[in-house]
């Protein structure tokens, strides 16, 4: 049970390009979340899905997309990256609304 | 949304108990109280939840007062391995996820 993986650990990425991180887990959980944190900060929502086709924005959802097609993947994808949006990038998942594991994170910065 | 307060650091010594206290003057009815633990270069781990009163578990205990407009994480006898950020979330786990927010958090810094 390897619980929430994220890939890749750690990515740079210049001006305008595109990527998507990627996010699994295997423990069967409905709920899943994509948050970015800034150095010295708290976790910030981005996006979340309640379960599998159905996805809806956090607290800062503007330059990111996200889909979820299964149960187990939750991809986030960045169209046209900013310097603003490097951070470090967790995702989580939970049985219903409860307890939330998350992953080890995506570093990511952009120059 | 309910807003927290968090003293942003603390410090302590190996073997002591530690208390962090969360101010939630806006919590509502429905809300629970949850504390995170993030450690560098990790995501958060949950620690321990509760609505009213005291939970205990293995790790933590939380006291919650009557008016709920406060609660207090305790750490029993930390070691080092305790030091880390420590998040407390107030929110409703049967309303919509994105009322989860992450404050700024309590760094505890535990020395010998």
């Known amino acids: 049970n390897a619980g929430v993986t994220q890939t890749p650990k750690f990515r740079i990425l210049k001006i305008g390009q595109s990527m998507t991180l990627q996010c699994t887990q295997d423990m069967n959980h409905n709920y899943m979340y994509w948050y970015r944190q800034d150095p010295g900060m708290g976790l910030k929502l981005i996006y979340y899905?309640?379960?599998?086709?159905?996805?809806d924005k956090g607290e800062v959802p503007n330059g990111y997309n996200v889909s979820r097609s299964t149960t187990e993947d939750f991809p986030l994808r960045l169209e046209l990256a900013a310097p603003s949006q490097t951070s470090v990038y967790f995702c989580a998942s939970s049985h219903g609304k409860e307890t939330q594991y998350f992953g080890p994170g995506t570093r990511l910065l952009v120059l | 949304l309910a807003k927290t307060t968090q003293p942003i650091s603390m410090d302590s010594y190996e073997g002591q108990e530690v208390n962090i206290t969360c101010s939630h003057n806006?919590?509502?009815?429905?809300?629970?109280i949850t504390w995170y633990q993030q450690f560098p270069s990790q995501g958060p781990r949950f620690i321990i939840q509760g609505y009213k009163t005291k939970v205990t578990n293995e790790v933590a205990s939380l006291f919650i007062p009557a008016d709920r407009k406060s609660s207090t994480l305790s750490l029993p006898r930390v070691s080092l391995s305790d030091t880390a950020v420590y998040y407390c979330?107030?929110?409703?786990?049967?309303?919509?996820?994105?009322?989860?927010?992450f404050g700024t958090g309590t760094r505890l810094q535990v020395t010998l």
């Open positions: 899905s309640v379960g599998a086709g159905i996805t």
């Open positions: 806006n919590i509502a009815t429905n809300d629970y």
């Open positions: 979330l107030v929110g409703d786990p049967t309303g919509t996820a994105s009322k989860l927010t």
